[in-house]
């Protein structure tokens, strides 16, 4: 397995509060995603990264922005946390290019009230 | 709009019967295709992998690609309780700076 841990696991935030969360990647890989999970949704992608401080916009970015200053980090975050952002997060990497195998963090299950 | 679809069950399937999933897309020139297996509160794993027409066999599971129908399948022969899992189909865009749009996931129940 990708060593590609997450942090944290599990947050409870309230309404109007910035939110960070971190994905750390021991791999070296070039591409790292964001990733948010809602029953009936499947994953829909956040934002990605395709290297140090090279960031894109995914489908549902409003809201998010992201930052990669190193290969292995890439953080995340809920500039001012809304309930509709209530989700679990998953951060992914990928060693190459696509098509290749994306790579999957333990998740973080983020609750905004 | 790029759109990935998945019949979301659950399906059930006796222990030891071939499992059916199934996965239709919106454009022809997708190229990549994936399988991932989710257990419930886990993240994705790749299962398989079909990039060409036709069937390709890892143990027991076998994926289908059809580009014609834009329909991609992943048979599970010898279902075992193990296989209980949600499984998620995705697939890659060319024009979508090669993201990949993923399918809302198929729940399958084996049952013993």
């Known amino acids: 397995d990708a060593g590609i841990t997450q942090s944290p696991r599990h947050k409870v935030t309230e309404t109007g509060t910035p939110v960070t969360l971190r994905c750390h990647q021991t791999?070296?890989?070039?591409?790292m995603y964001w990733y948010r999970q809602d029953p009936g949704h499947g994953l829909r992608l956040i934002h990605y990264?395709?290297?140090?401080?090279?960031?894109d916009k995914g489908e549902v970015s409003d809201g998010y922005s992201v930052s990669r200053s190193k290969t292995e980090d890439f953080l995340l975050t809920l500039e001012s946390a809304t309930s509709s952002q209530t989700s679990v997060y998953f951060c992914?990497?990928?060693?190459?290019?696509?098509?290749?195998?994306?790579?999957f963090g333990p998740g973080t299950r983020l609750t905004v009230l | 709009q790029k759109e990935v679809e998945q019949n979301s069950g659950p399906l059930s399937v006796p222990e030891g019967a071939i499992a059916s999933l199934n996965c239709t897309y919106s454009d022809r020139v997708s190229q990549s295709f994936f399988w991932y297996r989710q257990y419930s509160g886990k993240s994705p794993e790749l299962i398989m992998s079909i990039y060409s027409n036709g069937d390709k066999e890892d143990g027991r599971f076998t994926a289908q690609l059809n580009k014609a129908s834009q329909y991609v399948s992943l048979l599970i022969r010898d279902s075992q309780p193990s296989d209980s899992a949600t499984y998620l189909c995705?697939?890659?865009?060319?024009?979508?700076?090669?993201?990949?749009?993923w399918g809302a996931g198929t729940k399958l129940i084996i049952k013993p």
């Open positions: 791999e070296n890989h070039r591409y």
């Open positions: 995705a697939v890659s865009f060319p024009d979508s700076n090669y993201q990949l749009i």
């Open positions: 992914a990497s990928q060693p190459g290019q696509n098509p290749d195998t994306q790579y």
């Open positions: 990264s395709y290297g140090v401080k090279d960031t």
